[in-house]
């Protein structure tokens, strides 16, 4: 059974960071894609970011390009995602998902696992 936690969310002040982690299960980390999705009420889930199974390739949406980076730790089996320069429409739940392949990164149909979420508050 594949599990992935994440931890780190919270309050934060517009233009604050936050560092956003995602542990995954260990027969699953080494070898899948991860990324990250965010939903804010009442509006459709948005990608967020990807990177590869060995972690030389990462895709991040639009919205967060230049402000997000997505990281992970093969050795911890944990995925990172950290916030920066924050501003309140980024206010949402902070998803981490599992899947096999790097293509496709944005849809979140593509992924197969997907963690509880963990909420970011950006207050302005």
């Known amino acids: 059974q594949v599990q992935l936690v994440e931890s780190g969310g919270g309050l934060v002040q517009a233009g604050g960071s936050l560092r956003l982690s995602c542990a995954v299960s260990?027969?699953?980390?080494?070898?899948?894609?991860m990324g990250w999705f965010r939903q804010a009420p009442g509006k459709e889930r948005e990608f967020v970011a990807a990177?590869?199974?060995?972690?030389?390739?990462?895709y991040y949406g639009d919205s967060v390009k230049g402000r997000f980076s997505i990281s992970r730790d093969s050795a911890k089996n944990t995925v990172f995602l950290q916030l920066n320069s924050l501003k309140p429409e980024d206010t949402a739940v902070y998803y981490c998902?599992?899947?096999?392949?790097?293509?496709?990164?944005?849809?979140?149909?593509?992924?197969?696992?997907w963690g509880q979420g963990t909420q970011v508050t950006v207050s302005s």
């Open positions: 998902a599992a899947k096999s392949s790097y293509v496709n990164n944005v849809y979140g149909y593509e992924y197969r696992y």
């Open positions: 260990r027969s699953t980390n080494s070898r899948s894609v």
């Open positions: 990177i590869s199974r060995t972690g030389d390739s990462t």
